[in-house]
């Protein structure tokens, strides 16, 4: 029988993948209107677009950027890296109205970035693969990618450019998906984590890259600040930047797990940290908002603060390393060398001291492998659909339905939100899949691995519980 010709028409798109791309694009339509309801509702509001303007002008005037928050309710402060400050800079030259709105568009293109390369780094070159993938998203994602339009955050932008990165590094472009990589971790310091995993991959170019654009990205402030204030006093406002990052951001969040001044071990933060504390800290406010003052854990009973943060930092060093062996085991395999370098941002996500809703975004990565893998065993398969099933009931579907219960002023899918939050379960639902993708794709290492059955090609390990995904 002779091969098809490359000219034939693709098959015919199925009802489950109909209903996939239909209900993509409600939640599209349903993201739209909710980012025109929160764009005009920053004025009346703090999102964290705020800190960025604020940093933006700061630099462009000689201001300090770094420093307290303003007074008020959840009071935001710029906590990143000065180049973002740069970046961020040429939108303040707009008048306010047109600078936040162009940052609203742009998410948009961010979310699309965002999908398009972490599909392209995992692979998923078939409409089949590309709608399992995109309906794991709309599992996970919503109100990751909800909060980040909603705060104007910059996550998604972080994460595009990350999986850029690695796509590139990927295909044999290392130079390249380096400095990239180095230009993300000038936004946010997190994509550092992922050098160690890169280099016992074998990516040395890429890390060498990496670390050299990072070096050499850290005199970007040095692009406003000499115009402004000559060569030298420029060059050493550019450097002394950096330093007040350190001491004002960096110093305080190492040694005593603060953000902008306050341990922020709220609802919304699904730090190993935070959730440790709302179960077992001793009078840890769950809100900023001082209606809510006296919402306070501990849920289950008291545990000295020490020992909670300590027992976070070790477990998150546990999944970093679990990540490390993962990418060790599975370098010369796709799904696994995406899957351990999203697996390790991760770990390092939940070890910080804020893991907000919004940064959960970066699972896009992550998920992306699961789409098209290999060898899958039928029990994990089982669990994954149990899992999402529960994220869907007890997560993404309540934040989808919150809003039009409240049209008609019932708060009962509000309260199942708030105690899914409070009591962790989206660290609890991060921590499963990051357990599920261990073990799927050591799972699929050991198949490839493992001598094939002249009959059927297939591999001992591959009969009885295991089949092909």
């Not at 996550?155 to 290392?174: G, H, K, Q, S, Y």
């Not at 992550?366 to 007890?394: F, G, K, N, Q, Y």
């Not at 339905?401 to 899918?413: G, K």
């Amino acid at each position: 029988m002779s091969p098809p010709s490359p000219t034939a028409a693709a098959p015919p798109t199925t009802s489950p993948e109909k209903l996939i791309i239909g209900t993509a694009a409600v939640c599209l339509g349903l993201l739209l209107i909710a980012s025109l309801v929160w764009f005009f509702g920053w004025d009346n509001s703090n999102p964290d677009v705020t800190a960025y303007w604020r940093a933006g002008v700061n630099l462009r005037q000689g201001n300090p950027v770094y420093g307290p928050a303003p007074p008020g309710v959840s009071p935001k402060a710029f906590i990143y890296p000065p180049a973002f400050a740069v970046l961020f800079a040429p939108l303040t030259t707009l008048p306010t109205l047109w600078g936040y709105a162009t940052w609203m568009v742009l998410h948009g293109v961010f979310l699309a970035w965002l999908v398009w390369a972490a599909a392209r780094l995992a692979g998923l070159g078939t409409r089949t693969a590309q709608c399992r993938y995109l309906a794991l998203l709309l599992l996970w994602l919503p109100a990751a990618v909800g909060g980040d339009f909603q705060e104007g955050q910059v996550n998604l932008l972080v994460a595009a450019m990350v999986a850029t990165a690695l796509l590139l590094i990927d295909e044999r472009r290392p130079w390249s998906g380096g400095l990239m990589l180095a230009l993300a971790t000038h936004i946010k310091l997190l994509p550092l984590v992922l050098l160690l995993p890169l280099l016992i991959q074998g990516r040395r170019q890429a890390v060498a890259a990496a670390v050299a654009g990072t070096i050499a990205l850290g005199l970007l402030p040095a692009v406003l600040t000499i115009p402004l204030e000559g060569w030298s006093a420029g060059l050493w406002r550019a450097v002394s930047l950096h330093v007040d990052f350190w001491q004002s951001v960096v110093a305080p969040a190492l040694s005593d797990a603060e953000v902008a001044g306050a341990q922020q071990f709220y609802v919304l933060n699904n730090s190993l940290t935070a959730v440790l504390h709302r179960l077992f800290g001793t009078a840890v406010a769950f809100s900023p908002l001082p209606a809510l003052a006296s919402w306070r854990g501990p849920l289950l009973f008291g545990i000295a603060s020490s020992l909670l943060r300590a027992t976070a930092l070790s477990a998150g060093l546990m999944l970093y390393v679990s990540a490390l062996v993962l990418a060790h085991r599975t370098a010369h395999r796709r799904g696994g060398r995406v899957a351990a370098l999203g697996l390790a941002y991760i770990a390092a996500q939940l070890t910080a001291p804020t893991y907000w809703e919004h940064h959960l975004v970066f699972l896009a990565i992550v998920l992306a492998p699961w789409a098209d893998i290999e060898i899958v065993d039928t029990r994990i398969r089982s669990a994954l659909a149990a899992l999402c099933a529960t994220v869907l009931a007890c997560w993404s579907g309540p934040y989808l339905l919150d809003p039009f219960a409240r049209l008609f002023e019932s708060n009962t899918i509000a309260v199942i939100l708030s105690a899914s939050r409070t009591w962790g379960f989206p660290t609890a639902a991060v921590l499963t899949l990051f357990a599920l993708s261990l073990v799927a794709h050591f799972d699929a290492e050991r198949e490839r691995l493992a001598p094939k059955d002249p009959a059927s090609g297939r591999s001992a390990l591959a009969q009885g519980t295991r089949t092909e995904a």
